[in-house]
């Protein structure tokens, strides 16, 4: 008797362009389905850590101050850390993922050979990553919660700028993963030299404004700084509209650069 096929039936039609980019989450769902233990350790563990070092640890030591605008420290570091997790989430997952769906496991040449286009391939990547950090910031709020660094059900805002944040610098991060040839030190100096300094001086640990004249401008351009900002003052409830405008504009643009960069990337190195 012939084995039993797992496959679903071929509809013999190509997938529209928003049905294409589904396939490809589909198929980043279904792996981490199956292994999502290994990749919950790293995008929970980590600002796990952060929280109880810096939030509850340091956090005892600091007074309410006008520095956190009268909040306590942990209140006003939570949204901050969401942030950050988000971003470091965004680059671990645009960097050798990527090159591994290029060169080693070559996923993507194998959804390009059929009727998904290099563009559906590369949205679909953002799209999967988007949801992936959106959902461990979700959690992660329910973290923060237990340890009482929730003040305002408007933590949820700070969840969509955490996302936007995230899914900005994924999205250049991407397109850069996408020229990479070999793993080398291309990667390393991002983390090191880009992801860390971003880190340290966007504002989340202490103002921007205590930093010395001649840094602050570094950290005004930071994608970080901007989502911080966003997801701090909903956390807070600090209600600020024009600069909020300017924040979201700043990270849409940057979402916008980095999506029209990666799909011009994937289908230059996608071509056949």
């Not at 006003?76 to 989430?89: F, G, I, K």
């Not at 003040?151 to 850069?176: D, E």
């Not at 405008?245 to 990270?251: F, S």
């Amino acid at each position: 008797m012939a084995a039993t096929s797992t496959l679903a039936p071929s509809t013999g039609c190509a997938p529209s362009r928003v049905g294409g980019v589904l396939l490809v989450v589909e198929h980043f769902w279904i792996w981490y389905r199956r292994n999502w233990r290994a990749t919950a350790v790293s995008s929970i563990l980590q600002p796990l850590l952060f929280l109880l070092a810096f939030g509850v640890g340091f956090g005892s030591l600091v007074g309410d101050s006008g520095a956190t605008g009268g909040a306590p420290y942990l209140v006003w570091l939570a949204p901050a850390l969401l942030a950050v997790s988000a971003v470091q989430s965004a680059a671990f997952e645009s960097t050798y993922p990527v090159l591994s769906g290029f060169k080693w496991q070559r996923v993507y040449h194998a959804m390009a050979a059929g009727p998904i286009t290099p563009g559906q391939v590369a949205l679909g990547q953002l799209s999967w990553t988007t949801a992936k950090i959106t959902g461990s910031g979700a959690v992660y709020i329910g973290i923060i919660a237990l340890f009482g660094g929730v003040a305002r059900p408007t933590i949820v805002l700070s969840l969509l700028a955490a996302a936007l944040t995230g899914a900005a610098v994924a999205s250049l991060v991407t397109a850069f993963a996408a020229t990479v040839e070999s793993e080398g030190a291309a990667f390393n100096s991002l983390f090191r030299f880009v992801v860390v300094p971003m880190t340290l001086f966007s504002g989340t640990f202490f103002p921007v404004d205590r930093l010395p004249g001649w840094v602050q401008p570094i950290a005004w351009i930071s994608p970080l700084w901007h989502g911080t900002e966003l997801a701090r003052d909903a956390a807070l409830g600090v209600w600020r509209p024009l600069a909020a405008l300017g924040h979201v504009v700043v990270l849409v643009g940057l979402l916008a650069l980095g999506t029209a960069l990666s799909v011009r990337f994937f289908r230059r190195r996608l071509a056949l």
